[in-house]
């Protein structure tokens, strides 16, 4: 099943053309802006035109330190009165990163999901559960633009309370969901538990937001007796529908006509051939507001070399391997290290040592933070430790959006950083 057919099987030449015109239009837009003529200054480029895809490659890197420096609307390039909508990354330090969207560019979005949609054979006699959350994040709205696009009957339920989540299910006959997979994992155990499976219609299940291997898809597969259909996106290009499964389940079709898709060495920057794993680097050159070219996602990942059988002629990338940075993503969330560090080392009551811990419960990702006390407070009374425990785990909440335990330790208890701190203790199971 297809929404866009034509554009879905393009042949390749045609698709490098129209990429040629897209991105060339795109050049042309940014190099109005103000904003894009000091930064790429900075980076010794000029925008032009370009002759042929190659020369791309001579367009700079962009981080996601220049999208944080260009906050709040540095590299909007359409009248700001044009944009309807912004999104923000999930868990970055200090500056958020934001993307900001036209109507264009929110239609557009709806219709590359539509065909991920279609893509995994849902339609609109499908009804369809959003479990991720709503807001700021991508991850919810994202998808829920596509489905009511393909006539789904959309319930907006977000993540989180399991007992509503399968109410809804059970009640209005869920047969698409979108989920991590981490809370997949979860969510399948309690419907063993309670022994509801054969009450619930699901039949597909669209997972991404955060790494998982082909044996957690099976696993759920097997338990939810469902497709499980991988989803990959991030905010600085949309969010989801980047990259989608196809019924094959060998690889993600990336929207080409939309993203520019390399493969680079991630210590040298040389872009690398299809097959050999690296780091993605992404262009979205089909944006309104706010094109991006260049962008170095840290993901990594390869891209398969055979053709389809489904048809489509957009490449597919692999599942993604990892992360080039130290970022954490605990149950979709982004979180990285240096946000918890930033809010301890903030408080007087810290002493100079602490670790996160992160381990796993009912398949799901969790995370302790061990705090060394001050050694002036630590023979306080228990009353006083009680409060300072509380009133860390409401710090880290608001700024990391998980709840961590907070576990208040005697000083010099932690293991000695020997040289570089080794502060991540990952005891999650590997089986994920
Ligand atoms: P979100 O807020 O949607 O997680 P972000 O832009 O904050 O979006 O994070 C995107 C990151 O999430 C990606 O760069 C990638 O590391 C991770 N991610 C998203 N989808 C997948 C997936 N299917 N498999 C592995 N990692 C994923
Ligand atoms: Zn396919």
Same mark, same amino acid.
């Given at each position: 099943?297809?929404w866009?057919?034509?554009?879905e099987?393009?042949?390749r ?6 990429q ?10 940014i ?5 894009y003529?000091?930064?790429?200054e900075?980076k010794?480029?000029k925008?032009k ?18 999208? !944080? ?8 390039? &359409?009248?700001?009165?044009? =944009? ?7 868990g970055?330090?200090?500056?958020p ?8 560019d ?6 590359? =999901?539509a065909r &991920?949609? &279609?893509? +995994?054979?849902?339609? /609109? ?42 109410? $809804? ?21 309690i419907?063993?538990s309670?022994?509801?499976? #054969?009450?619930l219609?699901?039949?597909i ?9 082909e044996?957690? !898809? ?8 469902m ?40 210590a ?7 097959g050999e794993?690296g780091?993605?680097?992404m ?11 260049r ?7 390869? +891209?398969?070399?055979?053709? &389809? ?6 490449? !597919? ?5 990892? !992360? ?11 979180? $990285? ?5 930033h ?9 100079? /040592? ?8 009912? /398949?799901?990702?969790?995370?302790t ?8 407070? $630590?023979?306080? #009374?228990?009353?006083?430790l009680?409060l ?9 909440? /608001? ?23 080794k ?8 089986e994920?």
């Amino acid at each position: 099943m297809f929404w866009d057919k034509e554009l879905e099987t393009i042949d390749r030449r045609s698709l490098e053309l129209l990429q040629l015109d897209r991105i060339n239009a795109a050049l042309e837009r940014i190099s109005r802006s103000d904003f894009y003529r000091t930064y790429y200054e900075a980076k010794h480029y000029k925008v032009k035109p370009l002759k042929s895809l190659e020369e791309l490659q001579g367009i700079p890197f962009m981080s996601k330190e220049d999208l !944080r420096q260009s906050y709040p609307m540095g590299f909007v390039v &359409c009248e700001e009165k044009d =944009v309807i909508r912004l999104h923000s990354s999930s868990g970055t330090t200090g500056t958020p990163t934001v993307i900001c969207h036209t109507r264009n560019d929110i239609e557009n979005w709806g219709s590359l =999901v539509a065909r &991920c949609l &279609c893509m +995994v054979g849902a339609d /609109n006699s499908d009804v369809f559960q959003n479990m991720m959350s709503y807001g700021l994040f991508s991850g919810g709205l994202g998808l829920h633009y596509g489905a009511e696009k393909i006539g789904m009957m959309v319930i907006p339920v977000g993540s989180g309370n399991t007992d509503r989540q399968l109410k $809804f299910m059970e009640d209005f006959q869920s047969t698409v969901v979108h989920i991590t997979p981490s809370y997949a994992l979860y969510l399948a155990e309690i419907i063993a538990s309670r022994g509801i499976r #054969d009450k619930l219609a699901l039949r597909i299940g669209l997972m991404g937001a955060e790494p998982y291997s082909e044996s957690t !898809r099976k696993k759920l597969e097997e338990s939810l007796l469902m497709g499980v259909y991988n989803s990959y996106g991030l905010s600085e290009m949309n969010g989801p529908g980047v990259a989608f499964e196809c019924s094959e389940k060998e690889g993600m079709h990336l929207w080409e006509d939309n993203f520019f898709l390399e493969v680079i060495d991630p210590a040298t920057g040389k872009v690398l051939p299809d097959g050999e794993e690296g780091e993605i680097v992404m262009s979205a050159f089909n944006r309104e507001a706010m094109p991006i070219f260049r962008y170095r996602t840290r993901d990594l990942a390869f +891209v398969y070399t055979d053709k &389809c059988e489904c048809g489509r002629t957009h490449r !597919r990338i692999s599942r993604i391997k990892g !992360r080039t940075d130290d970022m954490l993503i605990i149950g979709g969330v982004n979180i $990285f290290p240096s946000q918890i560090e930033h809010i301890l080392m903030k408080m007087p009551e810290v002493g100079s /040592n602490y670790n996160i811990v992160l381990w796993t419960k009912n /398949n799901l990702d969790k995370m302790t933070v061990k705090i060394e006390v001050n050694p002036d407070l $630590f023979f306080s #009374d228990l009353k006083h430790l009680a409060l300072l425990k509380e009133q860390i785990t409401h710090k880290l909440r /608001n700024e990391i959006l998980i709840n961590p335990v907070v576990e208040l330790v005697e000083p010099g208890s932690l293991p000695p950083s020997e040289g570089k701190a080794k502060r991540i203790i990952d005891q999650r199971s590997k089986e994920k």
